[in-house]
């Protein structure tokens, strides 16, 4: 019997870990210290995201926002969230994110990173 069940909680797992898209890396990376002010974030995910309903925006310490308002997906590489960034003071500043992954299961999540 507990034979049968590991074996069921096995051919389960990958479908669990497909379930919903999760960030792989960004530009700026999480919590570093950038030189210049990046020209857009940039966040990878493990999986293809639903353009319509994914998005990111950016603030400021004072929770103001301060990216351009173009969040998209790529459309060559539907992995990848961005939107572009004017050129920012020195500061930290706090990226939010929402997605929605292919199979239609929403993430979100958020994190910092300073330019000195």
């Known amino acids: 019997m507990w034979r049968r069940l590991a074996a069921v909680a096995l051919l389960a797992a990958p479908g669990l870990a497909a379930a919903h898209a999760f960030p792989d890396h960004s530009e700026p990376r999480v919590g570093h210290t950038v030189d210049a002010p990046p020209p857009a974030v940039r966040i990878w ?12 925006h950016v603030e400021n310490a004072d929770r103001q926002r301060v990216d351009k308002r173009d969040a998209r997906v790529d459309p060559s590489d539907q992995t990848l969230l961005e939107v572009s960034l ?12 929402s997605v929605v ?16």
């Open 86 to 97: 004017p050129p920012l003071p020195p500061g930290r500043y706090h990226v939010f994110w």
């Open 101 to 116: 992954a292919r199979d239609g299961h929403r993430t979100e999540g958020d994190f910092s990173f300073r330019i000195r």
């Open 45 to 56: 995910f493990d999986g293809q995201l639903e353009p319509v309903f994914s998005t990111v």
